[in-house]
T-cell receptor, first 113, second 109 residues
Framework: SQTIHQWPATLVQPVGSPLSLECTVE??????LYWYRQAAGRGLQLLFY??????ISSEVPQNLSASRPQDRQFILSSKKLLLSDSGFYLC????????????FGPGTRLTVT | GQNIDQPTEMTATEGAIVQINCTYQ??????LFWYQQHAGEAPTFLSY????GLEEKGRFSSFLSRSKGYSYLLLKELQMKDSASYLC??????????FGAGTTVTVRA
């Protein structure tokens, strides 16, 4: 069966510090991968999606970036965090079309102080 | 842009029925999902509608009307564990799910 891992589970970082969140998927190959952010009281916002290694699309221009160094690994990064980067970060995966269901990881709670 | 609206909060009694409405105006439509999200946890899949009509899955049912840009999630025989946020999401193209802000359902004894 497929599983998706994210770490760390929680993170408290000062403004201006760097960020690296990691997501890995097991039990499937060549998945589509996604990064979402959920701010308090708001819906999930798609940040990045990837259909393959080195194929990453950005949905929202901001101080975040994503990389996919391996087929089942997706990394979210920032060089300098802002207060507004606080939120719940969720990684998700899906198989290729026609299936459209996305499966979410456990999430990382990021607080920028 | 994408506009997906659902009520912010709903309260119901254990054993009752609750209907969560979702209206959408999106640049594309390739199906509509409902997810359940307990506080502090990841969303989990409940249902997927791509054609008009009702999809039933146990105590949960989901309805879609594409011409009206409307869907609802029906929760029957409510249990305390159903207290959660319910997210309506529209697949606007081959990759992008656009989410509503979610409806927090509180089930009271």
């Amino acid at each position: 069966s497929q599983t998706i891992h994210q770490w760390p589970a929680t993170l408290v970082q000062p403004v201006g510090s760097p960020l690296s969140l990691e997501c890995t998927v097991e039990g499937t190959s060549n998945p589509n991968l996604y990064w979402y952010r959920q701010a308090a009281g708001r819906g999930l916002q798609l940040l990045f999606y990837s259909i393959g290694i080195d194929q990453i699309s950005s949905e929202v221009p901001q101080n975040l970036s994503a990389s996919r160094p391996q087929d089942r690994q997706f990394i979210l990064s920032s060089k300098k965090l802002l207060l507004s980067d606080s939120g719940f970060y969720l990684c998700a995966w899906s198989v290729k079309l026609p299936s459209r269901e996305q499966y979410f990881g456990p999430g990382t709670r990021l607080t920028v102080t | 842009g994408q506009n997906i609206d659902q009520p912010t909060e709903m309260t119901a009694t254990e054993g009752a029925i609750v209907q969560i409405n979702c209206t959408y105006q999106t640049s594309g439509f390739n199906g509509l999902f409902w997810y359940q999200q307990h506080a502090g946890e990841a969303p989990t899949f409940l249902s997927y509608n791509v054609l008009d009509g009702l999809e039933e899955k146990g105590r949960f049912s989901s309805f879609l009307s594409r011409s009206k840009g409307y869907s609802y999630l029906l929760l029957k025989e409510l249990q305390m564990k159903d207290s959660a946020s319910y997210l309506c999401a529209v697949f606007v193209n081959d990759y992008k799910l656009s989410f509503g802000a979610g409806t927090t359902v509180t089930v009271r004894a």
